[in-house]
């Protein structure tokens, strides 16, 4: 029987994370769809980030940790917040308002493609392989055969909202690549700055724009925005931020193949929905595509620790 190394035994929590992380992102989607049915995008952003970054506040305060208080790190907080929040959450909100989350999710998951194009075509800081290159490959044929080709007939309506995901999807690529900047920073201390700054940009634009305390948000609307705020952002910004310096940004995103069979999997469980065979060859392809780009990054580390 074999036996569980170290090493075996950091990747298996790692990869356990990362799937915890597409199960809390995997479920905003559903979040913002029920918040923008009363509640305006970037009210529902600016509320969102707000409340997740007083949540992370208080547990480094509890754990008695301090955000830096440097310019330059700052600096760095405010372009994070535009790149992982403010531009991407607000353009997703905004197109939830006609787009199915279902789509939206489909569009998303192109990000771990474009994290891959920018970190060889600009930054170079991810080894291009033909694991790599099947890990991209496998799982978007992955996400095609759970969704079924016939349900991206709908990408030519509502082209607009569409687009704007996928510049989001685009923000997210770069926002991977960008956290690297973190590196050495507790996981909450980024995750708490960038929050803060994207408030401190969102906040003056809802009053502005929205006039928020004309709106009469539904209770549906303001659990679903608690939820997206507590779980879907404040623990999971934590995790990213974590999993960017174990797994490396592409690893990281590969989390985007993962949130589709997240969801077909509440189907099967809760609403007694049945996988067709393709959707199972599917997932098995998700599954490959994931641990093809995920586990390079433990060789390597480990080369690093027996040099």
């Not at 992102?25 to 979040?31: A, L, Q, V």
């Not at 305060?61 to 372009?79: G, S």
């Amino acid at each position: 029987m074999p036996t569980m190394t170290p090493q075996n035994s950091n990747l298996a929590r790692e990869l356990f994370l990362l799937l915890v992380l597409a199960t809390l992102w995997g479920s905003s989607y559903s979040f913002i769809k029920i918040g923008v049915e009363t509640i305006p995008p970037i009210t529902l952003i600016a509320a969102r980030t707000l409340i997740a970054g007083g949540i992370l506040l208080a547990v480094l305060h509890h754990r008695r940790v301090r955000l830096p208080r440097d310019r330059a790190t700052w600096r760095r907080f405010f372009v994070q917040a535009c790149l992982n929040s403010v531009v991407p959450f607000t353009l997703i909100a905004w197109a939830e308002q006609s787009v199915d989350a279902g789509l939206a999710v489909i569009l998303n998951s192109a990000t771990p493609i474009f994290t891959f194009l920018l970190a060889v075509l600009i930054t170079r800081h991810e080894q291009v392989t033909l694991r790599r290159l099947f890990g991209v490959m496998a799982g978007l044929a992955g996400i095609c055969l759970v969704i079924g080709v016939e349900a991206l007939g709908g990408l030519g309506e509502n082209l607009m909202a569409q687009l704007a995901i996928i510049l989001a999807t685009i923000c997210y690529a770069g926002a991977a690549i960008f956290s690297k900047n973190f590196k050495g920073l507790d996981p909450a201390v980024p995750a708490a700055g960038s929050l803060i700054s994207g408030a401190v940009i969102l906040l003056p634009t809802s009053l502005v724009v929205d006039r928020p305390w004309e709106i009469d948000p539904s209770a549906a609307s303001l659990l679903a925005l608690l939820a997206l705020s507590a779980f879907s952002t404040a623990l999971a910004f934590v995790i990213y931020f974590r999993l960017v310096q174990t797994l490396g940004s592409v690893g990281t995103t590969a989390q985007a193949y993962l949130r589709v069979p997240i969801g077909v999997a509440i189907g099967i469980v809760f609403l007694g929905e049945r996988l067709s065979p393709t959707a199972w060859i599917g997932l098995v392809c998700v599954i490959s595509g994931v641990a093809a780009m995920t586990i390079p990054a433990r060789r390597r580390a480990t080369q690093a620790r027996n040099a």
